[in-house]
């Protein structure tokens, strides 16, 4: 306590800084508080039905005992077909609005519809589903419809996430680009992707957790309550993580706990790992910036 | 060779951005193999002439361009192709951009992306650019450095590196020793004299004194408007054609 605080007014103010920094810091430490809490609940009741049978046989005895290898399985499937779909799509959906459109009304609509389609909720994009791909298009309930449904409900993150990661690139390198008469596509080609492509990876590898975790919008079009055989083709359907979560807590009665919990903490660590990757690639480019 | 035709020709350029003009009815003529000053307190449309040249200026939302420019005989705002335009009107914009690749892409970059895929050829032509934007000497050890990570004044002189690897007719250049110091300008002017015989410059500069000294012509903007060009003795000199180029010239404002 210098002569610095001798005045009542900096005592005052001196006081009021504590305050704000103690409830910033509170804030803080609640917004850690349930990701702890989550991980410990399902560790503790579920860490003991972790094992190599648990995750690689099939649900046994109306799925109260064996394992929830075709869920993995499953689970798999839909993450990779829908991003099949939707990465490419999405990525070059934001090259072209990013580097090619300009500033009209047509894009200005179109960016409006991506905002919009991101912000739809996931039941919708189900019943979406339901009647664009089950039912219109004849797919019936399967891998190929579950999975449409999910890349339209990534698709506007990842085209946003995209155009993020091109506009990270300053326009100046574009414009010396041009100055020495590269054409856009070259441009693009040889300076604006090489320097984006991490950005752009790590908001598709995002997509993965989130397609991965999603429940409703495979519930009606592909995802099946209880499947003992492994999915052979797009067109069959498959048994999904999350799904097998909801069934397991909500739909059969008499289900040791602890295969609830384990299969929870088996798609949450799923989910962790995908993003554990995500973020790596992003520290990895991070220290080899190139400007 | 030399012909009787300029080799740029501005005809009634007229450039709007929104409501503000940016340059007014501006006819003016480049001769073959000459250095064009262009002075005039900024704001005045400098850059703008040159972005118009190069069809830079069209990237800028909202601007509007009338009249006509010529590189040689060619209208270049009906020329099929906007690249091979940019590959014949060198640029150096006045921030530094050293493009986030090696020191020998950034020059390689241009003959690369216009087909030259043979290594000597294009060793040879980043030796004879970095030499003539003085940085050879300084960067010849770690070409393979980033072009990004040298200092500002490096920066600049890769640029104009950059700008002479596509063999441009015409070299504009648009406050090119901002970043540089003294020295190395005096370095690069001295290769500029040597590049007018076979180059075309248009010479951008708020340095009166660098015009006087490199431009055998000056053109003198004010507020959008062409005010005088003429050999550059006559605008420095005791009777310019306009007594505000003498006052600009003479730093009694700007």
């Known amino acids: 306590m210098g002569v610095f605080l001798s005045s009542p007014e900096a005592q005052r103010r001196h006081r009021m800084q504590s305050f704000a920094r103690t409830i910033f810091a509170c804030m803080t430490v609640l917004l850690i508080l349930p990701v702890v809490a989550i991980v410990g609940l399902l560790v503790i009741r579920g860490g003991s039905a972790l094992s190599f049978e648990f995750l690689f046989s099939v649900p046994l005895r109306g799925m109260t005992a064996g394992g929830i290898w075709p869920a993995i399985v499953g689970t798999v499937w839909l993450v990779g077909v829908s991003l099949a779909v939707s990465a490419p799509i999405g990525v070059l959906a934001a090259v072209y609005l990013n580097e090619y459109a300009g500033d009209s009304w047509l894009t200005r609509i179109i960016h409006l519809a991506i905002v919009n389609l991101a912000g739809v909720p996931s039941i919708v994009h189900a019943l979406f589903g339901v009647g664009a791909f089950v039912l219109f298009f004849s797919l019936g309930t399967s891998i190929l419809s579950a999975s449409l449904t999910l890349a339209i409900m990534t698709l506007p993150v990842i085209i946003a996430s995209t155009k993020e990661a091109l506009s990270a690139v300053p326009l100046a390198f574009r414009e010396a680009c041009w100055n020495v008469g590269a054409t856009r596509w070259q441009t693009i080609r040889h300076v604006v992707l090489p320097n984006s492509i991490a950005g752009i990876l790590t908001g598709v590898i995002l997509q993965v957790s989130r397609a991965a975790g999603e429940t409703a919008p495979i519930l009606f079009t592909g995802a099946a309550f209880f499947l003992p055989h492994l999915p052979q083709s797009v067109n069959d359907q498959c048994m999904a993580l999350s799904m097998h979560l909801f069934t397991l807590s909500t739909q059969v009665p008499n289900v040791p706990p602890q295969i609830t919990y384990g299969t929870a903490l088996v798609l949450l660590l799923v989910v962790l790992s995908v993003n554990t990757t995500s973020i790596i690639i992003r520290s990895r480019v991070r220290r080899r910036r190139r400007w | ?254």
């Not at chain 2, 503000?20 to 002439?49: C, F, M, W, Y």
Request: with cysteine; glycine share 8%.
């Open chain 2, 1 to 254: 060779m030399v012909s009787a035709r300029p080799k740029v020709q501005f005809e009634g350029l007229t450039v709007r951005f929104g409501d503000q003009v940016a340059l007014r009815d501006i006819t003016l003529d480049v001769r073959h193999n000459e250095i064009l000053g262009i002075i005039g307190p900024a704001g005045s449309g400098k850059t703008s002439l040159l972005r118009a040249l190069n069809r830079t200026l069209e990237l800028t939302r909202g601007a509007r361009i009338s009249g006509t420019v010529r590189l040689d005989a060619d209208d270049v705002y009906r020329l099929g192709s906007v690249s091979d335009l940019r590959r014949r009107v060198g640029m150096v914009a006045p921030l530094p951009v050293g493009l986030p690749m090696s020191i020998y892409d950034n020059v390689a970059f241009a003959p690369r992306m216009s087909g030259v895929r043979d290594k000597t050829t294009l060793d040879g032509i980043v030796e004879t650019c970095l030499t003539q934007a003085a940085l050879w000497d300084e960067v010849k050890d770690r070409l393979r450095d980033l072009g990004t990570k040298l200092s500002g004044g490096q920066q600049q002189r890769l640029t104009i590196a950059r700008a002479l690897s596509h063999e441009p007719e015409v070299l504009c250049l648009d406050e090119f020793s901002i970043a540089i110091d003294p020295v190395t300008t005096m370095r690069i002017e001295e290769v500029l004299k040597e590049l007018k015989s076979t180059v075309t410059i248009l010479l951008v500069t708020n340095l009166v004194q660098q015009a006087r000294r490199l431009a055998d012509r000056s053109a003198f903007l004010l507020m959008s408007e062409l005010v005088e060009v003429g050999p550059t003795e006559q605008l420095f000199g005791r009777e310019p054609h306009d007594r505000r180029t003498f006052e600009y010239v003479n730093g009694m404002f700007g």
